[in-house]
Structure formats: structure tokens, C-alpha cells
């Protein structure tokens, strides 16, 4: 018997920012006007004021733990504890946030022995593109640009991608092609992957065997928190 261990990254620079947006009335004031009316030129106005206020200082790509996130990542290993994991692989995303979570993890729980670590490209989160990617989140940077929210509606959530960025339906594709290539791994011993919300969600589809629209609803209704995880077994 093995297992599959999927953890979300720690608390982010990114995370921070966007708890902060959320926090704000007026967000919460755009997200009623976007609902109601998203090309509406107060909504687009409001959005972009938002922006200015809570813009990410980088890429979201490049953004890496927050104090919070460093103490999280450190007390994973006591929360990893609860299910007897000591030895076994590690796949990790390549952002920052996530092998920062690795490095802390590591460093700070002695029973925790690596037989390996592999950083793969498959296990980034949903790329947004480089104009997207430095809004605080998606929905804040299409009630900003209205072509934008048309051509996703046109398109539908599951196909729609930013410019430069990727579909939903890529990241359940990567997911799909990640679970191939190394699912014969994952038998040979206990298993640990530290990536991001989207991609574990995508992950988690194909093994749950949830249908597109569940997917979707799940990304929602079901986010895991910084540090959470989830565990499969073989």
C-alpha cells in the first residue's frame, strides 16, 4: 500500500494581497456590480481603482511565502505526523511559493526523509499571462478589461484564457499528462506533491473522476487552504 499526499503551497505574498482585496467594501461592492453589471463603466472604473490599491508588487508567478506561509510550511510536519509519513517522494511545482513550502518543510521536520525531489513544469498553477498575472485575481482583472469578460463568456469558464495565460482546460490536460508519466511512481512508495489550488483541484478530478462541471464548482465551493492536503492511497 502507498500513498498519495497532495498539499497546497504555504501562505503567499499573492494570498496576502487578495485577503486584503476581499477584505475591502468596495471589492465587495465590484463583485455585486460585475454580477449585475459587468460592462457597465463604474464597474470597470471601480475594478481598476481596486487594482492601483492592491496590485501584486510581482508576477504571480515570482511570489514567495509570507512570514505567515513560513511558519505554516514549518508546522506542516507536525500536521504530516497525524499519518505516519517518514520516507517518500516529492514532486513539487518549481514557483516559488511551493518550493519555499518544501525547503521550510524539510528543514524542520527531522522524521521527514527524502528518497528524491523533482520539480516539474506540470505542477505550476494556472498561468495567467503577464497582463493578468499581475491583478490580485482573475475575476478583478475581467470586470477591468470588459473585452475580455465577453470573450471568456463566449468561450465559457472551462475554455476561456487570458492573453498569454491558459485555460482551465489546459491545467486538467497537464494534470492529466502528470498522473500518466509518474502514476507507476507513485506505487513504489508514499508519494508527497506541493503545488497550487488549481492544478491539485485538476489532479484531484481525474482521480475522483469528477465531470467538468463538478470541477468548476469544486474550485469554489471546495478551495484548500495554505497548507491543507489531501491524501489518496494506492
Not at 51 to 78: F, M, W
Not at 133 to 144: C, D, H, K, M
Not at 162 to 179: C, D, H, I, K, W
Request: proline share 4%.
Amino acid at each position: 500500500m502507498s500513498r498519495l499526499i497532495l498539499v497546497r503551497h504555504a501562505h503567499s505574498c499573492a494570498d496576502d494581497v487578495n485577503e486584503k482585496l476581499r477584505s475591502d467594501p468596495l471589492y465587495t461592492r465590484m463583485q455585486e456590480w460585475f454580477r449585475s453589471q459587468p460592462y457597465h463603466p463604474a464597474t470597470r472604473v471601480l475594478a481598476i481603482k481596486l487594482h492601483h490599491k492592491y496590485r501584486l508588487p510581482c508576477d504571480v508567478n515570482e511570489s514567495g511565502l509570507t512570514p505567515t506561509g513560513i511558519e505554516q510550511a514549518r508546522n506542516l510536519g507536525t500536521n504530516l505526523k497525524t499519518i505516519d509519513i517518514g520516507y517518500c517522494r516529492a514532486w513539487c511545482s518549481p514557483l516559488a511559493r511551493a518550493k519555499e513550502t518544501l525547503q521550510h518543510l524539510t528543514a524542520t521536520f527531522s522524521e521527514f526523509s527524502l528518497l528524491s525531489v523533482t520539480f516539474d513544469d506540470n505542477l505550476v498553477e494556472r498561468q495567467r499571462g503577464a497582463e493578468a498575472g499581475i491583478f490580485a485575481n482573475l475575476r478583478l482583472y475581467l470586470a477591468a478589461h470588459p473585452s475580455e469578460n465577453r470573450r471568456k463568456q463566449r468561450e465559457s469558464s472551462l475554455r476561456y484564457s487570458p492573453p498569454g495565460g491558459e485555460s482551465l482546460l489546459n491545467v486538467l490536460n497537464r494534470a492529466q499528462l502528470f498522473l500518466r508519466r509518474t502514476s507507476s511512481e507513485f506505487l513504489a512508495s508514499d508519494t508527497l506533491i506541493v503545488a497550487h489550488h488549481v492544478i491539485i483541484s485538476a489532479i484531484r478530478s481525474h482521480i475522483e473522476g469528477w465531470r467538468p462541471e463538478e470541477f468548476l464548482m469544486k474550485l469554489v465551493s471546495e478551495k484548500s487552504r495554505n497548507c491543507g492536503f489531501v491524501v489518496y492511497v494506492r
